[in-house]
Structure formats: structure tokens, C-alpha cells
């Protein structure tokens, strides 16, 4: 079966660190662009961080810059987001998303199922 499956969210206390997985499944995850979004309740989804599909160009939102990396393994076959210094406003449920493309645009081919991030103390 074709699909992005995430791991890692949960809850951390302010400051703290967590590192979300978005790993492929039955296809190569390396020829596609890897967006990481997230959600707040009664909000748009918004993209947070991209990676490119070959040269590993990255993208970051302003909100984010700094404290969030977005990496790739292709021997897993998974993109990672590593964050630190977490703020409660990050909150949210956080998404990975594939497209066939050098970097991130719409529509994606594949989106993970999402996984909750809670950072409260």
C-alpha cells in the first residue's frame, strides 16, 4: 500500500524537543518533494518545512525558522522534523506530505494520517 506514515508527536513541556517521522511506504520517498504542515482547530493547514526532492534545498516559515530542521534518510526512507525550544503557539497536528516534484507545491501525491503535537507545561 502507497502511503506516509508519521510518528513522534505527543506532549512536551515548553522549551522541549520532540522529532516527528514521515516514512514511505511502497514507493521511493527520495524522488519526491516532503512538506511537513500543521493544523489548529477552526485554522487552515499551513506549510511549515520543505525538502527538496534531490539537491536537499530546504524552506522554512518565519515561526518556525531557527528551531525546526527538516532532514531525510533515503536508506529509511523517511524525512524527519527535529524540533527545539518549543512554544505552547505549536500546538497543533502535524502532517507530512509527497509530491513528484523538485520542491513543495500542490496538489501532493501522498499525506500522511497526522499526529499530535501538545506543548504545555
Known amino acids: 500500500q502507497l502511503q506516509l506514515v508519521e510518528s513522534g508527536g505527543g506532549l512536551v513541556q515548553p522549551g522541549g524537543s520532540l522529532r516527528l517521522s514521515c516514512a514511505g511506504s511502497?514507493?521511493?520517498?527520495?524522488?519526491?518533494?516532503t512538506g511537513w504542515f500543521r493544523q489548529v482547530p477552526g485554522q487552515e493547514r499551513e506549510i511549515i518545512a520543505c525538502?527538496?526532492?534531490?539537491?536537499?534545498?530546504?524552506y522554512y516559515t518565519d515561526s518556525v525558522k531557527g528551531r525546526f530542521t527538516i532532514s531525510r534518510d533515503n536508506a529509511e526512507n523517511t524525512v524527519y522534523l527535529q524540533m527545539i525550544s518549543l512554544k505552547p503557539e505549536d500546538t497543533a497536528v502535524y502532517y507530512c506530505?509527497?509530491?513528484?516534484?523538485?520542491?513543495?507545491?500542490?496538489?501532493?501525491?501522498?499525506w500522511g494520517q497526522g499526529t499530535q503535537v501538545t506543548v504545555s507545561s
Open positions: 511502497g514507493f521511493t520517498l527520495e524522488y519526491y518533494a
Open positions: 506530505a509527497a509530491v513528484k516534484n523538485y520542491f513543495c507545491s500542490g496538489p501532493y501525491d501522498y
Open positions: 525538502i527538496s526532492s534531490n539537491d536537499g534545498s530546504t
